[in-house]
């Protein structure tokens, strides 16, 4: 599953900078994640890197971009470096 930026985003620039598949952008007033180019950090970190650098916790699963742990490990896979 691909993350959201809901609202209550302040626009700090936090994610975007811990986000190891630059998935995240300004799209004002508040970031976007790209769901084709997030992996949820899946083989990099413990938990999403934005999650933890958020300091107003509006990050969460997009219900709308569903994604097995499998599919998430071989988008991460397929990611061109």
Known sequence: ???????ECISCDACREECPDEAIYDNDPIYVIDPD????CVNEFSEPACIV???VDCIIPDPDN????????????????
């Open 53 to 55: 650098a958020c300091p």
């Open 66 to 81: 569903v994604e097995s742990i499998e599919e998430l490990r071989l988008k991460h896979k397929n990611k061109a470096y």
């Open 37 to 40: 180019l997030c992996t949820e």
């Open 1 to 7: 599953m691909s993350l959201l930026i809901t609202r």
